[in-house]
């Protein structure tokens, strides 16, 4: 109750304050007065700058002062003050400053230079590995043919004016540009044959070895420091080089061991190679000379078996006599073939007969033999007296095309699937290694080993070829054979996406 009272009181007092103040002389007095205390005031905030400017100066003659003390302190040793040697610190900071700037000009200029180095590289590999190369072999490579006079339209012109000098220098001249044309284009077909060697040789070298290269991995390192700039990137940097150093150290005892003999074992069976193609050089020599005598003879000699047939009398039942011996012959050592490759084991690519050709080759060579034999028995009468006869003829016949397509197949692996495959291998090539991976994935989805899947498969195959009742006990899973997708796997890899990727004709066509 009592503080209403206060505070009714108090408004009271302000309101007959304000009612005072409002009045024509207190307004009056107030106008007089303001101009005085602004002026006052911008006064006041003068004196306080001047003031402060005064007491910054007085800071700095105390500092002066101090200086002038420390100085006076030295006495005869004033040399030996720092402010002495404020000039030569600036020098020699300068010249740090543009030494590391001058550094970096270098650097950043070495960078560009690696930069050039590896998009030559890459625009020369690119040449060689791809057509533009074979472009070059095919308008470069053969010599040319020789190039006609150029003075000789004006021989007679240059004669008849007397000019016999003037012809001499000309034709020294010609002489001396179709030799010097000719020195370029022996030199041009060298360059080529080196280029198409290094083409040769660069197709099995691994592209992400590229990485590795001196060049790359200098450029890489000198990036990160000029980006970093730091002392850390460059012990790493230091790391790093000193490891790559270390890596080119000469290999270990064992190793190098194994390497030397890796290397004599090339050798060896480079030495080997060279022989065998020598001798077959020499065997494709002697029968591309004698193919068309042999042709001759044949054709002759079917030509007098006929003539014999159609002259003699029992001739038809001596040359069948003739050709069931022949076949039983042909048979037999069909036969031994067959057991000799049943027995090889893994030793079937070193088997050969007995004239050293390799059992494919003597097995298709026979097998055609005995098509040839057949076809000269009167087949048509020996069908109405036996019908299985016919039969037999075209058992015989299957069994020629299918050892005939095994040839072929096997030239075309050891030719062409098995180089190419190998080239594209150590060349990295990403739809190579895509394709050996999903192979990997698809062999390791198998619910058992291949080795025991292949040896199963080898027992059914041959209750097959002996009319034998098949052992179903032997199969996984009740008799089951696992599925294996290859069908699907190869037709995708022969689709032409794959194919598209893989080149002209892929790996699985």
């Known amino acids: 109750m009592l503080g209403t009272k206060y505070c009714i009181v108090g408004h009271a007092a302000l309101v007959r304050e304000a009612r005072h103040y409002t009045r024509p002389s207190a307004r009056e007095q107030f106008l007089r007065v303001i101009p005085d205390i602004q002026k006052n005031i911008e006064s006041w905030l003068e004196e ?52 590391v700037e001058d550094s970096m000009k270098a650097l950043v200029k070495i960078l560009k230079d690696f930069d050039a180095q590896i998009d030559s590289f890459a625009a020369a590999e690119n040449a060689v590995r791809g057509p533009l190369l074979m472009t070059w072999v095919r308008e470069f490579g053969t010599p040319a043919g020789e190039i006609e006079p150029i003075f000789r339209h004006i021989e007679e012109f240059l004669s008849n004016a007397g000019q016999s000098g003037m012809l001499a220098q000309c034709e020294r001249a010609e002489a001396e540009l179709g030799q010097t044309m000719q020195q370029a284009a022996t030199l041009v077909r060298a360059t080529l044959e080196l280029l198409s060697q290094y083409a040769a040789i660069a197709q099995y070298y691994p592209r992400t070895h590229t990485e590795q290269y001196r060049v790359t991995a200098f450029r890489e390192w000198l990036a990160a420091a000029l980006e970093a700039r730091s002392p850390d990137v460059c012990r790493d940097v230091a790391a790093r080089l000193a490891t790559l150093v270390a890596a080119e150290a000469p290999p270990p005892a064992p190793l190098a061991q194994q390497i030397a003999a890796y290397n004599y074992r090339l050798q060896a069976l480079s030495v080997d190679a060279t022989a065998k193609l020598n001798e077959a050089f020499e065997r494709v020599q002697h029968d591309a000379a004698s193919d068309t005598s042999v042709d001759d003879a044949y054709e002759e000699a079917k030509s007098n078996i006929s003539a014999w047939l159609r002259a003699e009398e029992g001739a038809a039942a001596a040359l069948e006599c003739v050709v069931v011996g022949s076949l039983c012959a042909l048979n037999r050592r069909y036969l031994m073939l067959e057991g000799g490759a049943q027995s090889a084991g893994d030793c079937l690519a070193e088997l050969t007969s007995r004239d050293g050709e390799w059992f494919l080759d003597e097995m298709c060579a026979l097998s055609t033999q005995a098509v040839e034999a057949l076809s000269l028995l009167p087949l048509q009468a020996a069908a109405v007296e036996d019908p299985a006869v016919p039969l037999a003829v075209e058992c015989v016949r299957d069994a020629n095309r299918a050892l005939t397509h095994l040839l072929q197949l096997n030239h075309n692996f050891s030719t062409v699937i098995l180089p190419e495959a190998l080239k594209k291998l150590h060349a990295e090539e990403p739809c190579t290694l895509r394709l050996v991976e999903e192979m990997e994935a698809l062999v390791a989805a198998t619910p058992m080993p291949l080795s025991e899947l292949v040896a199963q498969l080898d027992l059914h195959l041959r209750y097959l070829l002996m009319d034998m009742e098949l052992n179903t006990e032997s199969a996984p899973d009740g008799g089951s054979w696992p599925y294996i997708d290859f069908h699907s796997f190869v037709r995708r890899w022969t689709s032409k996406e794959y194919v598209g990727l893989m080149g002209d004709e892929g790996y699985l066509t």
């Open 48 to 99: 306080d700058e001047s003031l402060r400017s005064i007491e910054s100066r007085l800071q700095e003659c105390h500092q002066q002062m101090a200086l002038v003390k420390e100085i006076e302190a030295y006495g005869p040793n004033l040399n030996e003050h720092p402010l002495y040697t404020i000039s030569q610190k600036y020098t020699t900071y300068k010249q740090a400053k543009n030494a």
